[in-house]
């Protein structure tokens, strides 16, 4: 039955067309169905990078689309890498960055080595601690606002104990000095499970036999952990860093649920602040310098780390 309806289609296909078909390569057909797609992608991702980068050199203001457009040359960069609030702004991301990257790997691996033993109840457990990344950010930053608020919030009790303040009206995302560990905690009771997971793969992905040979070496456990678990799970958990870090730096809306970058400038990411200068002071041209410089930081950043992947993965 296929073969009559290949033959039908085959008859009724004109003869020029036939022979062109005929002359084309797989390698050129291959290309002639992928095509649509790579310039789909092109055009949604390539012309807005340049277009930005375009009125990243002009004083363009999106709210007055009639007013004359200058070409200013740098001086959006130069006024960008001045700016002493900006750089403010960097240190507050570098400091969300660090801590919670280094929180979800020590936690997120933790669990994944105990996670593996196969103890009974551990499928139950699995999908317990799984369930804070299956919630939406939104629904995670109303949430903890409430659990920070005061006379509820587990946290505001304990740090209002040691700092001696008043539990009653005391709130760690009202603090000047806590709200952004208090954004820290947030992230990394959400995201932990994601870094556990893949350091799980990386754990069960160790053939047994490996640990045998090392018990008839008379490795120590405490040995076997450093010489065989540390190195082999490494190029996993470099995978969950890189894609925590990229996520981090762009993190926003779990940020403006929680405090909306308050109090004062402490939890003013540069995507917060990058939002502000582009829709709510209209600096159109100065948002897009500041987005080019974010995104040159990103791609150099995680070009070096992927490069340090590679050779890891090589060993």
């Known amino acids: 039955m296929s073969e009559t309806v290949m033959d039908r289609a085959a008859s009724a296909t004109p003869k020029k067309v036939a022979r062109r078909i005929r002359g084309l390569s797989d390698r050129t057909i291959a290309w002639l169905f992928v095509a649509p797609t790579v310039f789909l992608l092109l055009a949604v991702n390539i012309f807005p990078l340049i277009w930005t980068i375009r009125l990243s050199f002009t004083n363009f203001r999106a709210n007055r689309p009639n007013a004359e457009v200058k070409w200013i040359g740098l001086r959006n960069y130069e006024r960008i890498l001045t700016d002493s609030d900006i750089w ?26 105990l996670i593996n033993k196969k103890f009974k109840g551990n ?7 799984v369930f804070p990344m299956m919630l939406s950010p939104a629904v995670v930053g ?13 946290f505001n009790y304990v740090v209002a104990f040691f700092t001696g303040a008043d539990p009653a009206s005391f709130s760690m995302i009202g603090e000047v000095a806590l709200a952004p560990w208090a954004i820290v905690i947030v992230d990394t009771w959400m995201w932990t499970p994601f870094v556990m997971l893949i350091c799980l793969a990386g754990l069960r992905s160790i053939p047994d036999t490996i640990y045998e040979a090392a018990e008839c070496d008379r490795a120590s456990k405490w040995r076997q952990f450093w010489t065989i678990t540390v190195p082999m799970v490494l190029p996993f958990l470099m995978l969950a860093v890189l894609f925590r870090g990229i996520e ?8 403006v649920q929680l405090t909306g970058g308050g109090p004062g400038n402490t939890t003013t990411l540069t995507s917060i602040d990058l939002k502000r200068e582009a829709f709510e002071k209209w600096r159109t041209g100065f948002s897009s310098a500041y987005a080019i410089i974010l995104f040159v930081t990103v791609f150099g950043l995680a070009s070096i780390y992927v490069k340090a992947l590679n050779k890891v993965k090589e060993r």
């Open 88 to 113: 403010l702004t960097m240190q507050a991301t570098a400091h969300f960055l660090i801590w919670t990257i280094v929180f979800q790997v020590l936690i997120g691996f933790t669990l994944a080595w």
């Open 248 to 255: 981090n730096f762009k993190m926003f809306d779990l940020v």
């Open 142 to 154: 109303n949430f903890w606002t409430f659990l920070y608020q005061p006379q509820i919030g587990l």
């Open 123 to 129: 499928d139950l457990w699995t999908t317990i601690i």
